[in-house]
Each structure stands twice: as C-alpha cells, then as structure tokens.
C-alpha cells in the first residue's frame, strides 16, 4: 500500500457496534488530542448498530476535521478492525475501544515511541484503566478484574518478540505488519452480543512468526469505561465460557483428532492448570463450586471449550 508523502502521521480507528451512549466520550478524546488534526485521522467503523449510533457518528464526523465514518452490516470486531486500518491513509493504525477514553497526548507518545524503535517493531501496547461506573466490590481480585479489561504491566518499557506486551483496547500498529499478516483473523472477536475473542492473540502469534516484536509503553495510558452490571459473578461466569469457546475455535485442531483424545487433552489441561490435589479434591466437594467463583468460571471455561470442540466434530 503506497501512501502520498503528505499523508498524516497517525490514524486512529474506533470500532463500535450499539454503543451510542458510550461512543461519544471515547470520539471527544481523540478530537481532543495534542496532536495537530493535519497530521492524524480519525476513523469510527459502524459494525451494524441498531442504535442512535450512525447519528452520534454522523455528527461527529461534521464537527471534528478528519474523522471519517465507515458502516457495515454486521460482521465482527475482527473484520471492523480491518476496514479500519485498510481505509486509514497512514503507516500507522491505532485502535481505541468505543467505550474507552485517550488522553491527550496518546496519539503523539505513539508516533514517538515508534519513531525511536527498530523497523520491525510492529506493535506498540500501554496500560489500561478501569473506570468504574461504580465501586467495585470487594471481591473482584486484581486477577478478575483483568478479565474487564484492566491491563497493566508496570512501570518499566518492554519489548519483545515472544511475550504478548498490549491488549485490544489500547493498541497501536504499523501499517506494514498488518498488510504481513493480512490483518486480523475474521472467526474470532466480538460479533454482535457474543464474547468471543482471541483475535488479537491470533495476530500476534502470526506477527511474531513474520519475526515482528511488540512493546508495552507504561506512559501510553488509556481509561476504559467499567458498567456496573458487569462486577456480577454471573457476567464473569458468562465471560469466561466464551473464553473457553474462544481458545477452543482458536486451537482449531484437525478433525482426524478422535474425541477421546480431545478430552483426555482437556482433561490434562485443568488438572496442569489447577493442579492435581485441588482438581481432585473439586470433584469429591462439589459444594464448593456453588461458594468459589473461581471454580464457577473454572467450569464455565471448560464448558465453553467442550461446547465448541464437540461442535467442531458434527
């Protein structure tokens, strides 16, 4: 993809899908940015909403110069995110969440921190914030609270070429290691109101085959909005089942693997995860999973990953 030498530094893309209510703080920060709007684009891809989301859109993209509005029936965050970056006019891509908030000066650390890398630095990461709609209780671990998208990995840069250094919603590319591995994978990622996911652990593994490295930039914060009904045991539970769909369609194993060894494969994977005492000690008390929220996300997981590779057998 060639781009005329009198492009913008940076574009910044904003996937959203029903969000009209949210959609509007996340496009105010980016307006908002330091940075100056001949150098950075701005554009929101409409997954299909069914809300007031094309008319909050719409009026952004009349008062904000630069911010361009894409629609699409609805087809996934994986293929939104990759009309995105194939319609930006930039070497590099930034995706912001519909319900997160950018500070500033984010565009500007992103362009710097890429202009002082190697040229095969292809992804740029930092950390992300909750933003509570409400206290959360007390028992959302550190742990838990990852799974709503909180991201932190210390004060300290990194980088690395194995390691995964960022998350979805707060993540930024060069244009060039998208075009490498065509973009992100279309079968995994939010599609309507499901939680699948896994498309950026899909990309990154086929970035780090192409011999491209990540990095996590602690200054590179953004805030990511955190509903109230999601700090309840049955979200998490929710949330998790589609995790264990997500790495179940993820692995994609090759149909010529029978079904008792699939499961013996699962089986092996939750005693190594929790360890062979506890896993047994689970199955003889199974009152427990009724009061532990870790095991009912425990179950919850692997029901998702039996559901999906039995699906993957018919």
Not at 4 to 31: D, F, H, K, Q, W
Not at 88 to 109: I, N, Q, S
Request: charged fraction near 25%; charge should be positive.
């Amino acid at each position: 993809m060639e781009f005329p030498t009198s492009c913008p530094a940076i574009t910044a893309v904003v996937c959203t899908y029903n969000r009209a209510n949210l959609l509007g703080r996340a496009l105010e920060s980016l307006a908002g940015q330091a940075m100056p709007c001949a150098e950075r684009e701005i554009i929101v891809v409409d997954d299909g909403s069914t809300d007031d989301t094309p008319a909050v859109s719409a009026r952004f993209a009349q008062a904000v110069p630069g911010l361009r509005v894409i629609r699409q029936p609805n087809a996934g965050l994986g293929a939104a995110r990759n009309a995105g970056w194939r319609a930006a006019r930039t070497h590099l891509v930034a995706f912001l969440d519909d319900d997160a908030v950018a500070p500033p000066g984010w565009m500007e650390e992103i362009v710097r921190g890429f202009e002082v890398a190697d040229d095969r630095l292809g992804v740029i990461g930092g950390p992300i914030d909750p933003d509570w709609e409400s206290p959360p209780p007390d028992w959302i671990s550190r742990d838990l609270a990852g799974w709503l998208g909180q991201f932190d990995l210390g004060p300290v840069p990194l980088e690395s070429r194995q390691r995964t250094l960022f998350a979805g919603g707060n993540m930024a590319f060069r244009t060039a290691a998208l075009q490498d591995v065509n973009g992100f994978p279309e079968h995994l990622g939010r599609r309507g109101p499901t939680l699948l996911s896994h498309e950026e652990s899909e990309l990154w593994a086929r970035l780090a085959e192409r011999d491209w490295s990540n990095a996590y930039l602690p200054g590179l914060r953004v805030r990511h909005f955190t509903p109230r009904a999601r700090m309840t045991p049955a979200w998490f539970r929710r949330r998790l089942f589609w995790e264990g769909i997500s790495v179940a369609r993820r692995e994609a194993w090759p149909r010529e693997l029978t079904a008792p060894r699939r499961l013996r494969r699962w089986l092996g994977y939750g005693v190594a995860t929790i360890g062979r005492r506890d896993f047994l000690q689970t199955f003889l008390r199974p009152f427990r999973w009724r009061r532990d929220l870790r095991w009912q996300t425990y179950c919850a997981y692997h029901g998702g990953y039996l559901r999906e590779m039995f699906r993957r057998l018919v």
